[in-house]
C-alpha cells in the first residue's frame, strides 16, 4: 500500500536525517516508529504526511505519488499531529462535520457516527469553542479528527500523550477496530509503553 524509495532528508550539510531508507508497508498492519526525541520519527511522518518534502527518494501511495499528488493522497489518510494545530473558532463536533462534508462523505448517519466518537472519548465539551479546551481535550479532538473519516491510512505522532488511562484504552479499541478495516496504522512513540506486543512490526530510530 506504501511504499518508501530511497528516502533522504538532510537540512544542512553534514550528517542526514535518514539516508536512502527504502521500505513497505501493507494495508492492515501496525507500524510502531519507535526512538527517543529528535531521532527523526517525527520529520519521517511529516514527509509521509506531506508536510515536508524529502530531499531526494520518493514515497508511492498505491503506485501514486504522495508529494505530486497530496490531495488524492490525503483524502485516505487520517493524521494525529504531535503538536496540535486546530482551529480555535470551531467547536469539535462542527469540526467534524466539516472533514466530513469536505471530503463528501457526510451521510443521514453523520451525527450519530460523530456523537458517537466524542461519548467514547469522553469529550463532553464537543459544542464549546476548541480555543478553550486543554491539552487532553485537543488530543481527544484530534484523534476524533482522524478517525471519523475511516481512512486507509492513520498516521499517529505520539497519540497517547496527555491522555488518561481509561482514554488509551479506548484509543486502543479505535486501533482494534481500524485494523479489522484493513488501515495502515503509522504510529510514533518514544518507548514501547505499556503495548509492546501491540504493533506488528517495530521501526527503530535514528534510522
Known amino acids: 500500500m506504501l511504499e518508501i524509495n530511497e528516502l533522504t532528508k538532510q537540512y544542512k550539510p553534514g550528517k542526514p536525517i535518514f539516508n536512502g531508507i527504502s521500505k513497505q508497508f501493507e494495508a492492515g498492519s501496525r507500524i510502531g516508529f519507535i526512538g527517543p526525541n529528535g531521532s527523526g520519527k517525527t520529520t519521517f511522518l511529516r514527509i509521509l504526511s506531506v508536510n515536508s518534502f524529502p530531499t531526494s527518494g520518493e514515497v508511492l501511495f498505491e503506485g501514486l505519488n504522495i508529494h505530486q499528488s497530496p490531495h488524492q493522497y490525503l483524502k485516505n489518510v487520517g493524521l494525529v499531529h504531535d503538536e496540535e494545530s486546530l482551529p480555535q473558532h470551531l ?4 469540526l467534524l462535520q466539516w472533514i466530513l462534508r ?8 453523520s451525527h450519530n457516527q460523530i456523537n ?3 461519548d ?3 469529550l463532553v465539551e464537543r459544542d464549546e469553542p476548541i ?5 487532553g481535550m485537543r488530543k ?3 484523534i476524533a ?4 473519516i475511516k481512512p486507509k491510512v492513520l498516521i499517529l505522532d505520539e497519540p497517547l500523550r496527555g491522555l488518561d488511562a481509561s482514554t488509551r484504552e479506548v ?5 482494534d477496530n481500524a485494523k479489522t478495516q484493513n488501515t495502515l496504522i503509522l504510529m510514533a512513540s518514544h518507548s514501547m509503553g505499556t503495548a509492546p506486543d501491540f504493533f506488528d512490526e517495530i521501526v527503530e530510530f535514528p534510522l
Do not use: H, P
Open 171 to 175: 484509543v486502543f479499541g479505535l486501533l
Open 91 to 94: 467547536s469539535a463536533s462542527e
Open 131 to 135: 480555543g478553550t479546551y486543554s491539552t
Open 120 to 122: 467514547a472519548l469522553s
Open 116 to 118: 458517537n466518537i466524542l
Open 140 to 142: 481527544k479532538t484530534q
Open 102 to 109: 469536505s471530503r463528501s462523505l457526510w451521510n443521514d448517519d
Open 145 to 148: 479528527a482522524a478517525f471519523i
